[in-house]
């Protein structure tokens, strides 16, 4: 069965260091989403891409977050200067034509983000 | 701005037995979509049923129902049967009708099926 797949699992970084954080979503699905759980809190939206622009993001995706899709399989997340907050658990997650159509958004293990 | 209220930060009960689990939600519009997604301890998550506002029944899918009680905006998910498998985290989801694709999550409900 086809799934989004994250890498790296786990990373620590230095306060103030860039991260890149990558996903693989499922190869016929559309839309693409990064989400974030910091320990113990609820699952926040962060960004929703399609067709090569974000469609929607929230507050917490300020200037230091960018997506990107650049080579047609790969869609990353990049923080560019990392700060203690950031540290949390990123979820990638890709569907094929949308929540509202399909239900379904499908949801890679996460990659844990820990800034020291 | 929608809010997903989960009350029950934690559940367990007996494998065989009924659970209930209670989602509040709060909007002001009529048409959107409610989910039920499953966190099991691997991290990954997966939908476990999606109802649709302007639909009057209730979803189900195989031993999971859920009771959603529009005017009372409630959206409980039942499981029947329960089994081992079913530990997991259980988030409640709300999605907007309108434009975004954006899921608000609630807090999350962790259920330990106990042997």
């Known amino acids: 069965e086809p799934e989004v797949t994250q890498t790296p699992s786990h990373q620590v970084t230095q306060m103030g260091q860039e991260v890149i954080l990558r996903c693989v979503p499922i190869s016929n699905h559309l839309y693409f989403y990064w989400y974030r759980q910091i320990l113990g809190q609820k699952v926040e939206f962060l960004v929703s891409f399609y067709n090569n622009e974000i469609s929607e993001k929230s507050e917490i995706f300020d200037d230091q977050f960018s997506v990107e899709r650049p080579d047609g399989s790969n869609f990353t997340l990049k923080i560019r200067s990392t700060k203690l907050e950031d540290s949390a658990m990123y979820f990638c997650?890709?569907?094929?034509?949308?929540?509202?159509?399909?239900?379904?958004?499908?949801f890679g293990e996460g990659s844990r983000l820990t800034v020291l | 701005a929608q809010t997903v209220t989960q009350s029950q930060p934690e559940m367990s009960v007996q494998e065989a037995e009924t659970v209930t689990l209670s989602c509040t939600y709060d909007t002001s519009e009529n048409n959107y979509y409610l989910f039920w997604y499953k966190q099991p301890p691997s991290r990954q998550m997966i939908l476990v049923i999606r109802q649709e506002a302007y639909k009057q029944q209730n979803a189900t899918e195989n031993r999971f129902s859920v009771n959603f009680q529009k005017a009372a905006k409630s959206f409980s998910l039942k499981i029947s049967d329960s089994q081992l498998g079913d530990t997991a985290m259980y988030f409640c989801a709300f999605l907007s009708n309108f434009g975004n694709e954006k899921l608000t999550f609630g807090t999350g409900t962790r259920l330990t099926i106990i042997p």
């Open positions: 997650a890709s569907s094929v034509g949308g929540g509202k159509l399909t239900g379904e958004l499908f």
